[in-house]
Structures are given as structure tokens and as C-alpha cells.
């Protein structure tokens, strides 16, 4: 129902910045919380931040600060704004979408396709 699209990545110099995309179609639903995950060679797939349909975002600690998670609902896209990168921050970052149900409940998670961020001198 969700297809997700993302760019904007790429090599980049530490210290330097990233602005990931994402783009959403498909989907007939409105309230999404929509987030980037990252995985980087043998390491477990995991969350870098999240932003809910009405704004609010969370982020992992080793990223606040220096990532930035904001979305356009008129253009049904979600960035990550990555400033000061280190190169720790090298994996393959894959945009989710889960649309926000009753109570307080989640459907299930969509996923992008993922796209490659290394950063290095």
C-alpha cells in the first residue's frame, strides 16, 4: 500500500553534511509515523529517528544533535538532516513508514529500498 523512494546519498567528507530524502505514494492513509533506520556491515539493523504524523520525533542518542528528522505531509516526504557526520555514521539507511491505528497502535512497518551514506576522508 506504501511505497517508499529514498536519495540523497552518497559519500561525504567527516564533518561534513547529508540531506536524505524520502517520498511516499501509494497509500491512501493518512497518519503515518515515518522514520530512518540504519545498518552498517555485520550490525544489527537500527533506529536512527522518528517522526510522527503530527511532528513529534525522537532520535537515538547517537545521533542527537547532529541529525535532524522533518517531514512535508504536502509533498509526502519525510529528510533526514545529517550535519557533522563522523564515520561511524557509514551504513545503508532505509526510510519506514507505519501508519498510526487506535489507541495507540501501529500497523505494520514499510520499508525503502535503502540507500548508501559512507563517510571518510
Known amino acids: 500500500q506504501v511505497q517508499l523512494v529514498e536519495s540523497g546519498g552518497g559519500l561525504v567528507q567527516p564533518g561534513g553534511s547529508l540531506r536524505l530524502s524520502c517520498t511516499a505514494s501509494g497509500s491512501i492513509y493518512r497518519d503515518y509515523t515515518m522514520g530512518w533506520y540504519r545498518q552498517a556491515p555485520g550490525k544489527q539493523r537500527e533506529l536512527v529517528a522518528v517522526?510522527?504524523?503530527?511532528?513529534?520525533?525522537n532520535y537515538a542518542d547517537s545521533v542527537k544533535g547532529r541529525f535532524t528528522i522533518s517531514r512535508d505531509n504536502g509533498k509526502n516526504t519525510v529528510y533526514l538532516q545529517m550535519n557533522s557526520l563522523i564515520p561511524e555514521d557509514t551504513a545503508v539507511y532505509y526510510c519506514?513508514?507505519?501508519?498510526?491505528?487506535?489507541?495507540?497502535?501501529?500497523?505494520?512497518?514499510?520499508w525503502g529500498r535503502g540507500i548508501l551514506v559512507t563517510v571518510s576522508s
Open positions: 517522526i510522527t504524523s503530527g511532528g513529534r520525533s
Open positions: 519506514s513508514a507505519r501508519r498510526e491505528l487506535a489507541a495507540g497502535t501501529y500497523g505494520m512497518n514499510y
